[in-house]
């Protein structure tokens, strides 16, 4: 289950944007800034919501957001030939934090505390075993269970789904059960990750 191989269909459907970035002189490293900066607003709205509230909207709308400046920084770097190592780290820095922010959002709005430390730790080491890999001579491992773009669209799914209802389950409410969802998965794709470089090694 993974988004990563609808790559190129992102890519044909953000050119638009790309072009405006582009023309507008907007820097790669300046998108980046700015989806950190979405996806804290979403952790804010998300830490404020209750179930049934509309914050929880506002928050899958900049999850959404997030999910596409995180495409375009990239796009526009390869479009302006501006891409480095440099970037590459300040995209990548910034996305854990990004993820950080969002998911300590979602535990502060749920008050599932432990619950979100698992979904943290899962999350922040199937990121790390992505890139662990290519440290080590391979590939950037970008497969598994759930990615992150696939993480950002359930993200985006259940808590705009959250708006709109107070169901739950087992005394969890939805946004509570998506927490459990990604400590089970998360760690779960850390280890796939390190099954396929230990493998490849």
Sequence with gaps: MTLD???????RALAPLVNAAVSLGITPNGISVLAFAVATAAGASYWVADPGTLPYLLGAVLVFCNGVLDLLDGMVARRTDTASAAGDLLDH?????ADIVVLVGLAGGTGEFAIGLAAVTGVLMTSYL?????????????????GRADRLAIIGVVTAVAAFTTA???GLSLVGLLLVFFAVVGHLTALQRFYYAMRAL
């Design 5 to 11: 191989q609808y790559r190129d269909v992102a890519d």
């Design 93 to 97: 820095v910034l996305d854990r934090y």
């Design 130 to 146: 992505g890139t662990q890999a290519q440290a080590v001579g391979l590939d950037r491992v970008y497969g598994g269970l759930v």
């Design 168 to 170: 739950g389950y087992a």
